[in-house]
């Protein structure tokens, strides 16, 4: 490690190379893993359906959260930022609006899951199409708005990386963070958690369980829970009376988001799962009829 840097206030030699290496290993893992789930989506003609569109929507989301958090790690690994206040800003705005992104993809998976096993209702390539488009500028919307005043990005404790600043609490971010979350994170968990109930509710009906509806929302949970609860409490309390390294923990949980949402949304489809097989290893998958079937 460079030793003519300092080290972050409230961090150890130690602790600044583990949370370096665990930036590395996640950013690394699920930049290749959803690379895979990207290559297999536009070499395998099987898996180009509207569906797994969506999933593919999400990989590439989730490659861009992963390509933000290898930076934080080579940062990590330096001791400090070496980008700049330009840099911090386009780090924090890249990071932001991958992660919005991925949230609002893994709540229309969610909905086009309900109307395909609830409704019977088949997702068409339009629909698809402009389902994507309008989420990717939606999230980059309010992923830009804190370059331009409302809100703000700055460094992370660990001085490494950039995000949206939650240290001073004022009105500013409180006017910002409330209706940011309730258009990028509210809505999405009701749409998740009804979407899988209603799921559920068939599945017990006809006794045919094809994934567990409990999975997608729990792991939504654990990755950006203590995200949001961050930030809420920064809204209400000093955040900086709670210690660097606990508050360290939200964007590391953040970052493994990519890894898990490979298990659960593509290899955890039976169909695109048979197509990353058919991409690594070249066996021709057999049944290509069902987009979403998953366990």
């Not at 409330?178 to 559920?200: K, R």
Request: glycine content about 8%; hydrophobic content about 45%.
């Amino acid at each position: 490690m460079v030793t003519s840097y300092p080290l972050p206030e409230g961090f150890s030699e130690f602790d600044v190379f583990s949370l370096g290496s665990c930036l590395l290993v996640e950013g690394l893992l699920g930049f290749f893993l959803n690379a895979v789930t990207v290559i297999a989506f536009l070499k395998i003609r099987e898996l180009r359906t509207p569906s797994n569109f969506l999933v593919f929507s999400l990989a590439m989301a989730d490659m861009g959260i992963s390509t933000n958090a290898t930076v934080a790690a080579f940062s990590s690994f330096l001791r400090y930022w070496p980008y700049g206040s330009d840099g911090c800003q386009t780090h924090g705005f890249q990071g932001f609006m991958t992660a919005l992104a991925s949230i609002h993809f893994i709540a229309a998976i969610a909905w086009d899951r309900y109307h395909q096993y609830c409704t019977r209702t088949k997702l068409q390539w339009s629909s698809a199409i402009t389902l994507v488009l309008f989420t990717w500028l939606f999230t980059a919307f309010w992923a830009a708005m804190p370059l331009f005043g409302w809100g703000e990005y700055d460094y992370e404790p660990l001085r490494t990386c950039c995000t949206l600043d939650y240290s001073k609490g004022d009105r500013n971010y409180v006017s910002y963070l409330i209706p940011m979350s309730i258009f990028n994170m509210g809505i999405q968990v009701f749409v998740v958690l009804s979407s899988y109930q209603s799921i559920d509710k068939k599945f017990k009906k006809t006794g045919q369980a094809k994934f567990n509806c409990g999975t997608p929302l729990k792991t939504m949970l654990f990755c950006w829970g203590p995200y949001g609860i961050l930030a809420f409490y920064a809204a209400v309390e000093n955040a900086t009376l709670v210690s660097p390294k606990l508050r360290m923990i939200a964007p590391i949980l953040a970052k493994t988001s990519p890894t898990f949402n490979v298990f659960v949304y593509a290899l955890g489809n039976e169909n695109y799962r048979g197509g990353i097989w058919q991409l690594l290893t070249g066996q021709k998958i057999e049944s290509p009829a069902i987009e979403n079937k998953s366990k």
